[in-house]
């Protein structure tokens, strides 16, 4: 993907942090190929990160995953400038954080972007309605506006009713939602979110990543994800990157993370898996021929049929969308008769965006592949058994 700076809403360029008493020096002995730990042993310096760069585009949820002491919070906080880059640029819409001014940086933090924190980092003394309404108080806004707005973020996430309460009424996902809410209150276009569920248990953390999914639809911000958890990555990412020591390893979609791993590394951490769950019918589906219904005649159909030895054809209207499947008789005069009649059978069909797991059933027990459709109905291709069963085995072919 060829991007300029200004089409990314993110962009980290070349990025390294080294913390301690010779960043300069470190980063040179990096360079030169010394590890880490050498550098640690000989100069007390401590390689944060080291020549990471990454785009992340608006709208979309970027997730970065790597294991404890990867890098991910140093890299994240370099977007708000809580920490500055020892070599390398941050670009928001663009711009350089490094070159804003003090002024700059406070009015950029303050409606640009919002953080939502591992501990939530609520105020404890507050109730929800103004934790939540914390960030436009600052702002200066009108008290009767503030909490006009925190009600409405309060109601997004779910917690109508508990304006009322402290934090520590409340479980730990309905604290995070509290977070959720405050950070949406201040309608930044970046959400930046450091491990926000990993504190939550496990079926808390799967109800707040579909409340962020659910959010998303219709909130469409630029989202920086960080997270230890490859399922969570995989679930939330529309892209992934990956970091190991401070480095970015693989930097793609589900898919491609799942499908072409990198290197023996990411293999190894993909292998446990459950691919069923993340991959999605249109990953699997595999391209048929099609003919649209207003073009059909006998002899359009009996040469379709003849030229690519077809047991069937998926028929579409003008506009895309499926309209059935024609399955040719034996004999040409009953594909006459029923070419004429316009004999058209309906199947099931399968959404593009479903996961596998949801819908190989349904192609394992057709004896054709079953259509694929896209939102808006339009056909995309179909998924045969074969193509269901190799992606429900977890060894490559
Ligand atoms: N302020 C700091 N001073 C010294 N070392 C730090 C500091 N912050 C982070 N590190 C080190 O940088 C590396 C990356 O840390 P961090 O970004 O917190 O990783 P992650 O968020 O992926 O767990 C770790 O080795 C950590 O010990
Ligand atoms: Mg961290």
Redesign the pocket.
């Known amino acids: 993907m060829n991007m300029t700076v200004a089409e990314y809403k993110v962009q980290i360029s070349n990025v390294s942090?080294v913390?301690?008493p010779k960043p300069m020096e470190a980063l040179k002995l990096i360079k030169s190929g010394t590890s880490k730990e050498e550098i640690q042993k000989k100069t007390g310096n401590?390689?944060?990160?080291y020549d990471v760069s990454l785009g992340v585009l608006p709208g979309e949820i970027f997730v970065i995953m790597?294991?404890?002491?990867?890098?991910?919070?140093?890299?994240?906080?370099h977007v708000n400038r809580l920490?500055e880059p020892t070599s390398g640029n941050i670009f928001v819409d663009g711009v350089d954080v490094m070159r804003m001014s003090n002024d700059e940086l406070r009015e950029f933090r303050r409606h640009r972007l919002s953080m939502v924190f591992q501990r939530f980092g609520l105020l404890p003394h507050r109730q929800v309605l103004d934790n939540v309404a914390y960030g436009l108080s600052v702002r200066g806004l009108a008290r009767k506006q503030c909490e006009e707005r925190a009600q409405h973020w309060i109601e997004q996430v779910g917690l109508l009713g508990f304006e009322n309460c402290y934090p520590s009424e409340l479980s730990g996902g309905m604290q995070q939602r509290v977070g959720l809410a405050r950070a949406l209150a201040t309608d930044p276009d970046i959400l930046l979110m450091?491990?926000a569920f990993s504190a939550l248990d496990p079926l808390i953390r799967n109800d707040m990543q579909q409340q962020l999914l659910e959010l998303q639809r219709t909130l469409h911000k630029t989202i920086l994800f960080?997270t230890?958890d490859l399922e969570e990555a995989l679930r939330l990412g529309d892209r992934i990157a990956i970091?190991k020591d401070?480095e970015v390893k693989q930097i793609g979609t589900p898919e491609q993370i799942l499908l072409k791993p990198a290197d023996k590394y990411i293999e190894r951490f993909v292998r446990d898996v459950n691919r069923a769950r993340i991959l999605t019918a249109g990953s699997i589906m595999d391209a048929v021929p099609t003919m649209k219904v207003s073009e059909l005649t006998t002899k359009s159909l009996r040469e379709k049929i003849n030229a690519n030895e077809l047991k069937l054809v998926y028929m579409l209207e003008d506009d895309g969308r499926l309209a059935g499947v024609f399955i040719p008789p034996n004999t040409k005069s009953e594909i006459t008769a029923a070419a004429a009649k316009r004999n058209l059978c309906k199947l099931p069909h399968i959404d593009v965006d479903a996961v596998i797991e949801e819908v190989a059933i349904l192609a394992l027990n057709s004896s054709v592949p079953i259509p694929v459709v896209c939102e808006n109905g339009k056909f995309k291709g179909a998924i045969s058994q074969s193509a269901a069963m190799s992606a429900l085995v977890r060894s490559k072919v």
């Open positions: 942090k913390f301690g401590i390689v944060g990160v790597g294991l404890s002491g990867s890098g991910k919070s140093t890299l994240i906080r920490i450091d491990e960080i230890h970091l401070g």
